[in-house]
T-cell receptor
Framework: DAGITQSPRYKITETGRQVTLMCHQTWSHSYMFWYRQDLGHGLRLIYYSAAADITDKGEVPDGYVVSRSKTENFPLTLESATRSQTSVYFC????????????FGPGTRLTVT | GNSVTQMEGPVTLSEEAFLTINCTYTATGYPSLFWYVQYPGEGLQLLLKATKADDKGSNKGFEATYRKETTSFHLEKGSVQVSDSAVYFCALSRDDKIIFGKGTRLHILP
């Protein structure tokens, strides 16, 4: 099916481990985004990408790494997971920069023990 | 800086009750304002938006009016349904950056 998908949907990992969250979209949207959603904070932007090989930091980028070698994929890597990175992570994509045009994936719930 | 403040939840109402979820904002200039809805197990969906003062956004029976004088964008619905149970986020957009409120969980009882 066309759309935006995230994998895995649920992940439990240990402190210090590296973990990669995948995001894939089938619309060939130029822009892709990673947000984290925490109780009491709403959604906060981690990183975004305007096109393949172009990425930029958002509000809370520390501890995360992104890459975008292909337009359709935008993986988010936690190089050494910490408990404070326990959160729900949402990927989004859009064809233009207008924020209201973003389509959100279903989310990945990550627990770091 | 820019920020969004919305009423804390959870909000619990009976079916057919009137709903108001308050949202106020702080921003320079003239931001665009949004309400997003997140149903259980799903990502956020844009519910409605308003781009200038006195604009009214509406969708699925929900309404919100951009009030610059009170810096508010309260969400209202005249008669809620069980299917409206979700988390609602107020948000503002300025210079292509979006800032979300903390979200308000709404429970509708049959």
């Amino acid at each position: 099916d066309a759309g935006i998908t995230q994998s895995p949907r649920y992940k439990i990992t240990e402190t210090g481990r590296q973990v990669t969250l995948m995001c894939h979209q089938t619309w060939s949207h130029s822009y892709m985004f990673w947000y984290r959603q925490d109780l009491g904070h709403g959604l906060r932007l981690i990183y975004y990408s305007a096109a393949a090989d172009i990425t930029d930091k958002g509000e809370v980028p520390d501890g995360y790494v992104v890459s975008r070698s292909k337009t359709e994929n935008f993986p988010l890597t936690l190089e050494s997971a910490t408990r404070s990175q326990t959160s729900v992570y949402f990927c989004a994509s859009s064809v233009v920069t207008s924020v209201e045009k973003q389509y959100f994936g279903p989310g990945t719930r990550l627990t770091v023990t | 800086g820019n920020s969004v403040t919305q009423m804390e939840g959870p909000v619990t109402l009976s079916e057919e009750a009137f709903l108001t979820i308050n949202c106020t904002y702080t921003a320079t200039g003239y931001p665009s304002l949004f309400w997003y809805v997140q149903y259980p197990g799903e990502g956020l969906q844009l519910l409605l938006k308003a781009t200038k003062a006195d604009d009214k956004g509406s969708n699925k029976g929900f309404e919100a009016t951009y009030r610059k004088e009170t810096t508010s964008f309260h969400l209202e619905k005249g008669s809620v349904q069980v299917s409206d149970s979700a988390v609602y986020f107020c948000a503002l957009s300025r210079d292509d950056k979006i800032i979300f409120g903390k979200g308000t969980r709404l429970h509708i009882l049959p």
